[in-house]
């Protein structure tokens, strides 16, 4: 049974920052993509960015890769999201997820293609 639990959620103030957390734990292969989405009440679930199994391949959506940023930490098998400049359009719950890949470079941006999920964790971007 694997498990991914999103952390660092929380209110901040316009153009402030937030690291977001997910651990993944339970029975684990080695190899894996994973990535965040988010979604705002009423919206559909949308891509923010995705790493491959290597960490060498990243994805963004468009209009977040100046602000946002995505790492991995094998040894604590975390992966983050570095959000900088939030704006209030940025308010949502993020979510991480998994998918069971090991191809180089295999970065999907549709919901579909991930085998696991967390909860999620929200943001709220607020003065």
């Known amino acids: 049974q694997v498990q991914l639990v999103e952390s660092g959620g929380g209110l901040v103030q316009p153009g402030g920052s937030l690291r977001l957390s997910c651990v993944v734990s339970g029975r684990t292969l080695s190899s894996y993509a994973m990535a965040w989405f988010r979604q705002a009440p009423g919206l559909e679930r949308e891509f923010v960015g995705a790493i491959d199994w290597s960490g060498t391949v990243t994805k963004y959506e468009d209009s977040l890769k100046a602000r946002f940023t995505i790492s991995r930490d094998y040894a604590k098998n975390t992966l983050y999201l570095h959000m900088n400049s939030l704006k209030p359009e940025d308010t949502a719950v993020y979510h991480c997820?998994?998918?069971?890949?090991?191809?180089?470079?295999?970065?999907?941006?549709?919901?579909?293609?991930?085998?696991?999920w967390g909860q999620g964790t929200q943001v709220t971007v607020s003065s």
């Open positions: 997820a998994l998918d069971w890949s090991s191809t180089t470079g295999w970065v999907p941006t549709e919901p579909m293609k991930y085998d696991h």
